[in-house]
């Protein structure tokens, strides 16, 4: 008897995964960028406070608003392609059967044989047949604007809160080395939580994370320290 195929791979988790590390990322990077900018130009803790809280809401929203459209745009390609296909199928199956035969030939299966399996697989489900070897579309890479909205909000959302309590408890002597050592650590535990999740290797993740979120830490200070010290 043969086994149903059971396996679960890493890969479906990559529509929520890159939402979410790219939320938290950014919450991260952008909330203490924020604070960091303004403390360097010598504001008071009060603030540093509105500029973080008003950074994550507006933040958030927007990673929402981002990741909802640009998937939803993904959404309706994918719609379109697979419309396409269903009318294609409809006007010449003839020639929809050659294509996916001509697929499989090209990954190797001999002419006789890839005839063969593209009428078997066109007899159970002739547009999901395309749409994966044609179109490469299945429910693993699907576009799922809902859910990429929701992880990359609330992702954001628990990224930006970080930066925002280390203001709220930080001395105010410590604000911008604090603030920006603990982002930085905060940036390395998302990569390395990021790389666990999708099953890689560690080192390059949270090195990619660390730098360019220590550059934008950098460059947002550096303006606030500019601007603060010509007002």
Same mark, same amino acid.
């Given at each position: 008897?043969?086994?149903?195929?059971?396996?679960?791979?890493?890969?479906?988790?990559?529509?929520?995964?890159?939402? @979410? +590390?790219?939320?938290?990322?950014?919450?991260?990077?952008?909330?203490?960028?924020?604070?960091?900018? +303004?403390?360097?130009?010598?504001?008071?803790?009060?603030?540093?406070? +509105? &500029? %973080?809280?008003?950074?994550?809401?507006?933040? &958030?929203?927007?990673?929402?608003?981002?990741?909802?459209?640009?998937?939803?745009?993904?959404?309706?390609?994918?719609? &379109?392609?697979?419309?396409?296909?269903?009318?294609?199928? @409809?006007?010449?199956? +003839?020639?929809?059967?050659?294509?996916?035969?001509?697929?499989?030939?090209?990954?190797?299966?001999?002419?006789?044989?890839?005839?063969?399996?593209?009428?078997?697989?066109? #007899?159970?489900?002739?547009?999901?047949?395309?749409?994966?070897?044609?179109?490469?579309?299945?429910?693993?890479? #699907?576009?799922?604007?809902?859910?990429?909205?929701?992880?990359?909000?609330?992702? =954001?959302?628990?990224?930006? =809160?970080?930066?925002?309590?280390?203001?709220?408890?930080?001395?105010? %002597?410590?604000?911008?080395?604090?603030?920006?050592?603990?982002?930085?650590? =905060?940036?390395?535990?998302? %990569?390395?939580?990021?790389?666990?999740?999708?099953?890689?290797?560690?080192?390059?993740?949270?090195?990619?994370?660390?730098?360019?979120? @220590?550059?934008?830490? #950098?460059?947002?200070?550096?303006?606030?320290?500019?601007?603060?010290?010509?007002?």
């Amino acid at each position: 008897m043969i086994r149903p195929h059971d396996e679960r791979h890493l890969v479906s988790r990559i529509g929520w995964l890159r939402a @979410a +590390v790219l939320g938290a990322n950014d919450g991260i990077v952008s909330t203490a960028s924020l604070i960091l900018g +303004v403390a360097a130009s010598g504001a008071e803790r009060q603030a540093l406070l +509105v &500029a %973080g809280a008003a950074g994550l809401v507006a933040g &958030a929203m927007s990673m929402a608003a981002g990741e909802y459209v640009s998937v939803s745009s993904q959404a309706d390609t994918e719609a &379109a392609d697979l419309a396409r296909e269903r009318a294609e199928l @409809a006007a010449d199956p +003839v020639h929809e059967h050659a294509e996916l035969a001509a697929i499989y030939e090209e990954r190797g299966v001999d002419a006789v044989t890839a005839k063969e399996v593209a009428r078997q697989m066109m #007899a159970k489900d002739a547009l999901g047949a395309h749409a994966r070897d044609e179109l490469h579309l299945n429910d693993t890479t #699907a576009a799922q604007p809902v859910l990429a909205a929701m992880a990359s909000a609330l992702m =954001f959302t628990g990224g930006a =809160f970080l930066p925002l309590l280390l203001a709220a408890i930080l001395p105010m %002597g410590l604000m911008v080395t604090g603030t920006a050592a603990g982002s930085i650590l =905060f940036l390395a535990l998302l %990569g390395a939580l990021g790389a666990r999740a999708g099953g890689a290797a560690m080192g390059k993740p949270v090195l990619r994370v660390v730098v360019w979120g @220590a550059l934008a830490m #950098a460059a947002t200070a550096g303006i606030g320290r500019l601007v603060g010290t010509a007002v």
